[in-house]
């Protein structure tokens, strides 16, 4: 269980609330252990009267049990509302926190992994870890509780029976730690599975347009069958494996049942035990029934907890390749200059730039042209660092890129993607989601200047439509331009056009560069592009061959 060792933490946050959680868990097992003996007491008392009638004692009796029965529940209902809110607090605490390390992961970081397993790390492993915060360490910590208290009740009983009745204990406690084992490599690799599973949804819905064109349904309906299959497969082995602690707790409280019954039955006639006590014994046992009987779950639960926080920890201790050491807030005025940058992929190997060096001063637009994969993308990815090069350096205003604030440097940066993204939103959010509080005018005057303003008018809801899954209500153009418009809103000291206009005609192209001549003169533009008439506005011209 050392992943869970990492949880240790939040514990220690949270400490007051499970504290009282602690003490509710002792009362309520108390007060539930406290009226056993008063059953016994009544049971005797009837053999001793041998009448039914009216007892003042029996009364008594009743009246302390049904007592003890009401604070048993109270306690109880406190227990839950102390450590179940405690495991939802972390749990709130968790998610955030792998929310943050996404936000802090780079490029090359998110191709290493599926977005269905980063999905399920967020949602199947995180409920499976709150489980563990909050069932899994109740209910073991109420059933320690609960066998030291009736262990000490039983021991003030009968000293031998209490011996007799307890031996089986450490032999179940053995079998459940073997068990346990088992069932922790069996949830890692159901784990997976359902990661699996995941990540071939979320991919065959990104794609269902290619799906649907070749006419493929069949086929990815049998490809998921196949990986459902497998998770059931598994699911099936970790369940049938979690019901052997059942069978075990249910085998064991039957043979303390008999050894009761038969001890029980000796000392009674022997005049060492009365009726009364051997039904506290039976009561005792039986009361221990369900908190044992949860063993095999809690167990189960715990295990799966361990694998799931594993798979937490080993995203969460990758160290972080995009790191910010300046906080300071500071205007940008758009000098850019690569000193022998180089770059390698290193999810392929692929060296996409070698010892490039350019200079392009405030003001001023760059374009850059050159063959597919001549690393033409990969300038406006270490422009916005969401990459780093490999070697050489990105001097911004004459200081190194790396030794900027970033978030402060992004604030004046407009990029316009390649591969034109729209949030599943209004057209007016996609928009105005680069500024803080845009308002409809604003956001209306750059729809025009990016030429998409004629199309949006026309919508049913104008700038009210909701544009769909990645925009997926637009075409490809309408998409592009008011991804420009998104950029130009910011009115930004560096604008980047990653071959943003390749969707348009040529005619829609120059209306957009027309509309944008005074946003450019206003700042560094630099401009990817394969076509001639977006380059020959530019101040100057860097042509790319390929690397090797």
Known sequence: MNALKTLNPYFWKHKILLFWGFLFIVLSNFFNIFKVQFVGKSVDQLSESGKLGFNKEILIYVGIIVGSSLLTGFFTFMMRQTIIVASRRIEYELKNKIFSKYQEMSLS??????????????????????????????????????????????WRTNEAMTLWTLIPLPFLSFAIYKVSSIINQ????????????????????????????FAKEKYIERNYGVKVSDYQNKALDLAKTESYFFTIIIFVIGLLNVVILYIGGQKYIGNELSVGKIADFFLYVNTLIFPFSMVGWVTSINQRAEASMSRINEFLEQPTEIINKN???YPIKGDIEFRNVSYVYPNTGIKALENLSFKVNAGESLA??????????????????????????????????????????RKFIGYIPQESY???????????FAIDRPTREKVMEYAKKADVHKNIIHFKEQYKTMVGERGVMLSGGQKQRICIARALIKEPKILIFDDA?????????ENILQNIDQEIENCTSIIITHR?????????????????
Not at 207 to 213: A, C
Not at 532 to 548: F, M, Q, Y
Request: aromatic share 6%; with cysteine.
């Open 186 to 213: 069996k949830s890692k690799t159901m784990q997976k599975s359902q990661s699996a599973i995941s990540t071939f949804v979320q991919d065959s819905f990104s794609g269902i347009r290619v799906i649907k064109f």
């Open 422 to 432: 729209l949030f599943s939103d209004t057209i007016e959010n996609n928009i105005g």
């Open 109 to 154: 970081q998110y191709k290493k992994t599926t977005i269905g397993d980063l999905m399920n790390r967020l949602s199947e492993d995180i409920v499976a870890v709150r489980m563990y915060l909050g069932p899994g360490v109740m209910y073991v910590a109420n059933l320690l509780v609960l066998l030291i208290i009736t262990s000490i009740f039983m």
């Open 368 to 409: 850059i042209m050159g063959k597919t994969g001549s690393g033409k993308s990969t300038i406006a990815l270490l422009l916005c660092r969401l990459i780093d090069p490999t070697e050489g350096e990105i001097l911004i205003d004459g200081k190194n890129l790396k030794d900027h604030n970033l978030e402060n440097y």
């Open 327 to 329: 906080f300071e807030q």
């Open 501 to 509: 206009l390749s969707a348009l005609d040529t005619e829609t192209e």
């Open 532 to 548: 001639e008439s977006s380059a020959k506005r530019a101040d100057k011209i860097l042509n790319l061959t390929e690397v090797g």
